[in-house]
């Protein structure tokens, strides 16, 4: 019904970039916040960034200044870039999108299969 489908994570040495995008497609009515989450081995996910339709943002304290969320509303597509990456930034990143289906009457959460993210030190 609703796909997310992540892509440009990959390895890099620490203080490198990537950008990642998350393209949602689909029986897309309207879609409120998109974010970006991640997932170390052996701990929770966590909310990296999130940006809302019409624009405002939210970042966890560790890559404040160092990640931008931002999305093209035309394109249902999400992205993070993240620069001065460090080793602690290794983990799967997942892309969620808060999403009203053309078929249904409330927003639901959806997320993509994940992307890893590798930081060499």
């Known amino acids: 019904q609703v796909q997310l489908v992540e892509s440009g994570g990959g390895l890099v040495q620490a203080g490198g970039s990537l950008r990642l995008s998350c393209a949602a497609s689909?029986?897309?009515?309207?879609?409120?916040?998109m974010g970006w989450y991640r997932q170390a081995p052996g701990k929770q996910r966590e909310l990296v960034a999130a940006i809302t339709s019409g624009g405002s943002t939210n970042y966890a304290d560790s890559v404040k200044g160092r990640f931008t969320i931002s999305r093209d509303n035309a394109k249902n597509t999400v992205y993070l870039q993240m620069s001065s990456l460090k080793p602690d930034d290794t983990a799967v990143y997942y892309c969620?999108?808060?999403?009203?289906?053309?078929?249904?009457?409330?927003?639901?959460?959806?997320w993509g299969q994940g992307t890893q993210v590798t930081i060499s030190s």
């Open positions: 689909g029986n897309i009515f309207s879609i409120n916040a």
């Open positions: 969620n999108a808060n999403v009203l289906a053309l078929t249904a009457r409330q927003y639901y959460d959806y």
